[in-house]
């Protein structure tokens, strides 16, 4: 290992990125290693209350799915067993998936498995969704897939059926069974699940398995879901709490939360340098000699391209990164009034708008492509890492992807870095806790809860690295992980919002009026200072 060691610095050094192994990522492997041992506190009763509610709704939900069927002897879970059932017993027509031009006819296609395009391919046989009785039966039965998109386009209650059934179950195997013994083999209800500080290889972005933190959900499912699952997703994050007090800290601890404001757009703004994108990300006003930022990437989109909100979001996180019109109308369930057909059209027209009005990001995912036809295989990311592509061929909005991810996992990494140096060693009792997409938890006596969570906010939007725009971030102090996605709960430091024309500034003591103005649809501008 010493003989690698040596050989890994000497190439480190001639590239130039040593002193990032050294002073970030060594640093950040201790952190983890730290977190892995210290655990995370856990409510084991709640967990156990919430494991006899969600029980009886996953046996429900199953007994739907078999009544629905008229088969009482086939699992949900089976592969095999799904698509026997929907399409072959039952008859379901497969909905179309995408609509293709073959030898000068059109095809309705279903959403096929592997093994369904490999028969396809081994017969030269053409499903069409209008004319499922010419589908052979095994291609029925083993061919088609049963995914949540097709699943979500069924012209039958039993795709919405199984689609509750396995968010229910998903949550319950994933997290309750899961975690429950483990936490009552010990006397400290503490989890301690384990920390991979590049658990994405290919970018070098956190994951953390044994629970995997970063699938337990944050929002809550559509109307369209079982109301008994819609939010139940979420509620399991008020498992994940403080620490009780203890002859240390008998004023106890609490959770600061924070996570950093649409990091992966800024980073793409200061990428591609698009002219658009850097004016509304460097919006600000002066209130009470104070900056706040107030651009809105998503309110900008919404008006220059007179789209709903909901479609400016999902355009700008979907378009930057590559995805083709059929596959964001997919994503997006546009589906053409009255059929189960995508509206492939619109939102092609979307993505043109999208690109006409942010022209920098197009240019930049051209300039990759030249530079990858030219032999390029090396983009770097902000920390002077970079990613090495091995295929043939790559799409260039991955690379641009790549970029992004990696650069934004360079930038929190810093942040725990720094913090750890630098603010843990001055609180005793102040320690990491889980780091989820942009979002970090740290552990906090109460005796210094303020101080702290002004640090970890300041030291989030600290500018290491030279970017063209600021980085923002929320801090929340919450004695559950829940209460970080509360609206209720105030931020920490100051908040800005423009309401009928006036600028005011809102703090943990007029909290309650910036939320009421905020449900209200009052708010015409808001930021962070």
Same mark, same amino acid.
């Given at each position: 290992?010493?003989?690698?060691?040596?050989?890994?610095?000497k190439?480190?050094?001639?590239?130039?990125?040593?002193e990032?192994?050294y002073?970030?990522?060594?640093?950040v492997?201790?952190v983890?290693i730290?977190?892995?041992?210290?655990?995370m506190?856990?409510?084991?009763?709640?967990?156990?209350?919430?494991?006899?509610?969600?029980?009886?709704?996953?046996?429900?939900?199953?007994?739907?799915?078999?009544?629905?069927?008229?088969?009482w002897?086939?699992?949900?879970?089976?592969?095999?067993?799904l698509?026997?059932?929907?399409?072959?017993?039952?008859?379901?027509?497969?909905?179309?998936?995408?609509i293709?031009?073959?030898?000068?006819?059109?095809?309705? !296609? #279903?959403?096929?498995? $592997?093994w369904?395009?490999?028969?396809?391919?081994?017969?030269? &046989?053409? =499903?069409?969704? *209008?004319?499922?009785?010419?589908?052979?039966?095994?291609f029925?039965?083993?061919?088609?897939?049963?995914?949540?998109?097709?699943?979500e386009?069924?012209?039958?209650?039993?795709?919405?059926?199984?689609?509750?059934?396995?968010?229910?179950?998903?949550?319950r195997?994933?997290?309750?069974?899961?975690?429950?013994?483990?936490?009552?083999?010990?006397?400290?209800?503490?989890?301690?699940?384990?920390?991979k500080?590049?658990?994405?290889k290919?970018?070098?972005?956190?994951?953390?398995?044994?629970?995997?933190?970063?699938? !337990? #959900?944050?929002?809550? $499912?559509?109307?369209?879901?079982?109301?008994?699952?819609?939010? &139940?997703? =979420?509620?399991l *994050?008020?498992?994940?709490?403080?620490?009780p007090?203890?002859?240390?800290?008998?004023?106890?601890?609490?959770?600061?939360?924070?996570d950093?404001s649409?990091?992966?757009?800024?980073?793409?703004?200061?990428?591609?340098?698009?002219?658009?994108?850097?004016e509304?990300?460097?919006?600000?006003?002066?209130?009470?000699d104070?900056?706040?930022?107030?651009?809105?990437?998503?309110?900008?989109?919404q008006?220059?391209?007179?789209?709903?909100?909901?479609?400016?979001?999902a355009?700008n996180?979907?378009?930057?990164?590559?995805?083709?019109?059929?596959?964001?109308?997919r994503?997006?369930?546009?589906?053409?009034?009255?059929?189960?057909?995508?509206?492939?059209d619109?939102?092609?027209?979307y993505?043109?708008?999208?690109?006409?009005?942010?022209?920098?990001?197009?240019?930049y995912t051209?300039?990759?492509?030249?530079a990858?036809?030219?032999?390029?295989?090396?983009?770097?990311?902000?920390?002077?890492?970079?990613?090495h592509?091995?295929?043939?061929r790559?799409?260039?909005?991955?690379?641009?992807?790549?970029?992004?991810?990696?650069s934004?996992?360079?930038i929190?990494?810093?942040?725990?870095?720094?913090?750890?140096?630098?603010?843990?060693?001055?609180?005793?009792?102040?320690?990491f806790?889980?780091?989820?997409?942009?979002?970090?938890?740290?552990?906090?006596?109460n005796?210094y809860?303020?101080?702290?969570?002004?640090?970890?906010?300041?030291?989030?939007?600290?500018p290491f690295?030279?970017?063209?725009?600021p980085?923002l971030?929320?801090?929340k102090?919450?004695?559950?992980?829940?209460?970080?996605a509360?609206?209720?709960?105030?931020?920490?430091g100051?908040?800005f919002?423009?309401?009928?024309?006036?600028?005011?500034l809102?703090?943990?003591?007029?909290?309650?009026?910036?939320?009421?103005a905020?449900?209200?649809?009052i708010?015409?501008?808001?930021?962070?200072?």
């Amino acid at each position: 290992l010493f003989k690698l060691a040596r050989y890994a610095k000497k190439r480190l050094d001639k590239e130039g990125t040593w002193e990032w192994v050294y002073k970030v990522e060594h640093e950040v492997l201790r952190v983890c290693i730290q977190a892995e041992i210290d655990g995370m506190p856990m409510d084991l009763d709640l967990l156990k209350s919430k494991q006899e509610v969600l029980n009886p709704v996953v046996e429900d939900l199953k007994n739907r799915i078999h009544e629905l069927a008229g088969d009482w002897d086939f699992k949900p879970s089976s592969t095999s067993d799904l698509p026997r059932v929907i399409f072959g017993d039952m008859r379901v027509p497969p909905p179309v998936f995408e609509i293709r031009t073959i030898n000068g006819h059109d095809y309705h !296609l #279903p959403n096929t498995n $592997k093994w369904g395009k490999e028969y396809c391919t081994e017969n030269n &046989f053409i =499903p069409d969704c *209008r004319k499922p009785d010419d589908m052979p039966a095994e291609f029925r039965e083993r061919g088609l897939s049963t995914s949540k998109v097709t699943l979500e386009l069924l012209e039958h209650p039993i795709g919405q059926a199984v689609l509750d059934w396995r968010v229910a179950d998903k949550l319950r195997s994933t997290y309750l069974e899961s975690m429950i013994p483990i936490l009552e083999a010990t006397d400290d209800s503490v989890i301690h699940a384990r920390f991979k500080s590049i658990g994405a290889k290919a970018t070098g972005r956190f994951s953390i398995v044994n629970p995997n933190l970063q699938t !337990l #959900p944050s929002r809550g $499912k559509g109307r369209e879901y079982d109301e008994r699952v819609q939010r &139940f997703g =979420p509620t399991l *994050r008020e498992t994940f709490v403080a620490p009780p007090p203890d002859e240390e800290f008998p004023e106890g601890y609490s959770l600061v939360i924070s996570d950093l404001s649409q990091i992966e757009l800024r980073l793409i703004a200061h990428q591609t340098k698009d002219k658009k994108l850097l004016e509304v990300y460097n919006e600000y006003v002066t209130v009470e000699d104070q900056t706040h930022y107030t651009g809105d990437i998503h309110l900008a989109t919404q008006t220059s391209m007179n789209v709903p909100r909901k479609a400016a979001k999902a355009l700008n996180f979907g378009m930057c990164y590559g995805v083709g019109g059929a596959k964001f109308a997919r994503m997006n369930c546009m589906l053409i009034p009255g059929t189960s057909l995508y509206d492939v059209d619109t939102a092609n027209e979307y993505k043109r708008g999208f690109f006409h009005t942010y022209q920098g990001i197009e240019s930049y995912t051209n300039n990759l492509k030249v530079a990858w036809y030219d032999g390029q295989r090396n983009f770097p990311m902000l920390s002077g890492r970079y990613r090495h592509w091995l295929f043939d061929r790559v799409a260039p909005s991955k690379i641009l992807n790549s970029q992004i991810q990696g650069s934004a996992s360079d930038i929190l990494k810093l942040q725990i870095a720094a913090f750890n140096r630098h603010v843990v060693p001055l609180y005793p009792g102040l320690r990491f806790a889980l780091q989820v997409h942009d979002e970090l938890a740290y552990i906090c006596p109460n005796k210094y809860i303020e101080e702290v969570s002004w640090l970890v906010k300041y030291v989030m939007e600290f500018p290491f690295m030279n970017l063209r725009v600021p980085l923002l971030a929320g801090a929340k102090i919450c004695k559950s992980w829940a209460c970080a996605a509360d609206d209720n709960v105030p931020e920490v430091g100051v908040q800005f919002a423009r309401i009928n024309g006036e600028d005011k500034l809102f703090d943990e003591h007029n909290w309650e009026e910036f939320v009421a103005a905020d449900e209200a649809g009052i708010i015409e501008l808001k930021g962070a200072a």
